[in-house]
């Protein structure tokens, strides 16, 4: 899909005109994207248009370069989601950003800016929500992870690419396996117990304080009390229940 205005966009705008504010119209034919309140001054839903992001669209070449329509697109939202306005917003698009050895569904650099983006604005954001892979999952985003060098010049293809109709059964267990050691990597917070000794019970000099300080190594490494290290994307399942059953 080219940037546009081209058939597609125009096409989509005539379909959902009355679905997109008047002033964001001429923005959505050159690149498909917009936000719209739906609740008044309290939550905004902002619309990617993840063609731009997906690797597989030869007609694009990532979000590294500010020229590119993947970087415009992630650009345009900022200024709207600022917590100047007064609201909070939940980010919607088609192809979730999947990062596995298994499959990678967008551009790694459009990957980064996604990621920098959602932790800078981690304040705002309450949550994000794709489709396209039709099982129900969810995706961890790492900030740390993101590699500002690469945003700047081009990066090398990470992992195996594939469309919806290549994911054979073997391939989503692959995927699947992956997510589950990505996850099995995730910080976690160890419990403080007595331990034995010679068949004697050794008590911590100062529990509280020990479990105090467990507390905080755990909170340094998820980034704070409310794990703002991470950016959560849900994956709805597939319409048709018989393709891929939800998990």
Not at 77 to 97: D, L
Request: with cysteine; net charge neutral.
């Amino acid at each position: 899909m080219d940037p546009g205005p081209n058939r597609w966009t125009k096409s989509s705008l005539r379909i959902w005109r009355k679905f997109i504010p008047e002033e964001q119209r001429h923005s959505f034919e050159r690149g498909g994207w917009f936000f719209a309140e739906v609740i008044p001054n309290k939550l905004a839903a902002f619309n990617l248009n993840t063609l731009y992001f997906f690797s597989n669209n030869a007609a694009v070449d990532g979000c590294a370069d500010k020229s590119e329509i993947g970087s415009n697109g992630l650009a345009a939202h900022p200024a709207a989601i600022s917590p100047t306005k007064g609201y909070e917003g939940i980010i919607m698009g088609h192809v979730p950003p999947a990062r596995t050895d298994a499959k990678q569904s967008w551009d790694d650099t459009c990957w980064q800016k996604y990621t920098l983006w959602m932790y800078q604005y981690r304040d705002v954001v309450v949550g994000s929500l794709y489709g396209h892979m039709n099982i129900e999952h969810f995706l961890l985003q790492d900030s740390e992870e993101v590699n500002g060098r690469s945003l700047n010049c081009d990066v090398g293809e990470f992992g195996q690419t594939a469309h919806d109709d290549e994911m054979t059964i073997q391939s989503t267990v692959d995927y699947l396996s992956q997510l589950w050691t990505q996850w099995s990597r995730l910080p976690y917070l160890e419990h403080v117990t007595d331990s034995k000794k010679e068949g004697k019970e050794e008590k911590p000099k100062n529990p509280k304080k020990k479990k105090k300080s467990e507390d905080q190594k755990y909170y340094k490494k998820i980034g704070g009390e409310w794990g703002e290290r991470y950016s959560l994307s849900l994956i709805s399942a597939s319409v048709v229940p018989n393709y891929f059953p939800t998990i």
